[in-house]
Every structure is written in structure tokens, then in C-alpha cells.
């Protein structure tokens, strides 16, 4: 019978219920995908989850809702967490999508560019969707932190194209550092993490956080 009613139209199978539409919400995604955000199957559950965990509720809010029209459905319930490993407050939101999670686990940064570069607004918002994420505004100058240096590479080549001056890629903390964690725990860094500093007055007039 559910053959019958996918052949006859009356209804669609899961993963042809969705399809990307490049489009700035799906390209804000896509920027807090490439920081802070996550992308993960639960095999016995059988679920797949895109969601986002953060202390700062107001960058969740903005995932909410532009995770909510890149699906077309309503906004999900935000989580308030608190992580006992970490001995931080913070909140959660989740959506579970199939099509999104095959879908982007295909893709690459080569094939995501015709999303994020599909026009200005869209490069935009992608940028606005990493920066809340994985940077940070000291009042004087705005900088991004991510231990993938070609991500960081293309970060900077988007701002410039926007007309927002950049300095130099650097390393901000080196392979094998030792860190101890709020709880005590000290943990070892495993690869680089690279620091992009960018001009707050350009990016703050050109794209700003959310």
C-alpha cells in the first residue's frame, strides 16, 4: 500500500519530502553547522539530528528559526541544559530530518559554495551564522577561531569579496597544548586552532552577529 500511494502521488517517500533551496536561512544553517552546531545519527533510535547547544539563548533562537523555514515546518522547543562536564548553563535545540542529515553528509565546502555564494544575502548570512558561533567581538576587533584552516581560508576570502579588511591567518593555540577544564579535567588539544582577525567596524557595518 505505501508503494502504491508513492506511485500514485498521494504521498512521499521521507527523503523526497525535502530538498535544499538556496536561500539565506539554509546558508545560516550551513554557517553554524561549520562552528558550533552538529550533525548526528542515533542508529538504534534510528534517529538523525541537526541541532545546536549554546550558553548565548539568542544565538539558538536565530538557529530556531531559520532551522524551522530551511524545513518548512514550525520552530522546535528550545532546552534549557545544564552540563555537569562542562559546569555550564545553557540551551539546546534539535530537529530530526533524514533528508538534511543524507543530504549534507554528501557534501563538501566545494559543493556547499553554491548555496552560501548563491547571492550576497546568502554569503551573508552563512558568515553571520559562523561568527556567532565561532567568533567573538572584544569591542575593538572581531576574530574567529577554527582548527580547520581551508575553512578559515575561504572565511577570509568571503569577507574580503564583502569589503571587510582581514589580517593574517594564525595559530592561536598549537597541537598537543594542555587545558584544564572547568570541572578539573585537563584535556590535550589535538590539532592547531587558527585565529582570523577581521576589522569590527567593516564587519559590524557589513554583516554583524544576530
Not at 550551513?30 to 558550533?36: H, I, P, Q, T, Y
Request: with cysteine; net charge positive; glycine share 8%.
Amino acid at each position: 500500500a505505501t508503494l502504491s500511494y508513492w506511485k500514485n502521488g498521494k504521498h512521499k517517500p521521507p527523503l523526497t519530502w525535502w530538498e535544499p533551496k538556496p536561500r539565506p536561512k539554509l546558508s545560516y544553517v550551513l554557517g553554524v553547522l561549520a562552528s558550533d552546531g552538529y550533525v548526528c545519527e542515533e542508529k538504534k533510535k534510528q534517529e538523525y539530528k541537526i541541532g545546536l547547544y549554546s550558553t548565548d539563548k539568542e544565538y539558538v533562537e536565530a538557529y530556531n528559526r531559520s532551522m524551522a523555514t530551511v524545513l518548512e515546518r514550525g520552530q522546535n522547543k528550545i532546552q534549557f541544559e545544564v552540563r555537569l562536564d562542562r559546569e555550564e548553563k545553557g540551551w539546546r535545540v534539535e530537529y530530526s530530518s533524514i533528508a538534511f542529515y543524507r543530504w549534507y553528509k554528501r557534501q563538501s565546502l566545494k559543493t556547499l559554495k553554491r548555496y552560501i555564494e548563491h547571492c550576497e544575502e546568502c554569503t551573508k548570512a552563512f558568515l553571520r551564522g559562523f561568527f556567532d558561533g565561532d567568533g567573538s567581538n572584544t569591542g575593538e576587533q572581531v576574530v574567529a577561531y577554527n582548527s580547520d584552516r581551508e575553512l578559515l581560508e575561504y572565511i577570509k576570502q568571503l569577507l574580503q569579496k564583502l569589503g571587510v579588511r582581514t589580517g593574517k591567518i594564525s595559530i592561536a593555540v598549537k597541537a598537543g597544548t594542555e587545558h584544564r577544564k572547568r570541572n578539573g579535567e585537563t584535556i590535550k588539544t589535538k590539532k592547531h586552532c587558527y585565529r582570523l582577525y577581521v576589522n569590527r567596524r567593516d564587519f559590524m557595518r557589513k554583516i554583524g552577529f544576530s
